[in-house]
């Protein structure tokens, strides 16, 4: 039990990240369907302390949560995933989709060791261009995002989102 909570734990993608916070990392960023190697370093990005902080749930999520919900994820056919990578080839974050209803609600983050040098907005750009180019129907994408979390807001601004605010969220 201790091994298996272990190996969710590590990712195996420490050097990558090591060299990305040395050596500025680039673009362009390609995104590849998530895989069930990827369960780890999902569990990483979602439990980053800045990631909970900007999400309406604040806990950590444990490693039994989160495989249950990895899980859930590879069964249900409404839910696309896709991870981001480097020039190197290293990841630097995930973009989820999830088909509800009519509409698509978005979600993303972005590996900390690359923050704050656009990565996210190119991970959301071409996420959307890439869940269009899989001719997924929908109406909208929607992105719920907290008024505290502004490096999602001007994304999504960039992106020409349009804006509503919703009461006791």
Sequence with gaps: KISKDS???IDGYGTSRICNAIV???GPIKLKNYNKLDESLLFNLANNLQVRENSFNKELITIKTHTEWFKKCN???NTIIYIAYCINDSPIGQ???DLVEEDCVID???DMSIRGQGFGYEIVKE???KVKEDKLKFNYIIAEVLVTNLASIRIFR????CEKYLENR
Excluded: A, D, P, Y
């Design 95 to 97: 973009i989820r989709f």
């Design 7 to 9: 190996m969710v734990l």
């Design 24 to 26: 500025n990392t680039s």
């Design 127 to 129: 996420g959307i261009l």
């Design 158 to 161: 960039k992106l020409n989102f």
């Design 75 to 77: 069964e249900n056919k």
């Design 108 to 110: 993303f983050s972005v």
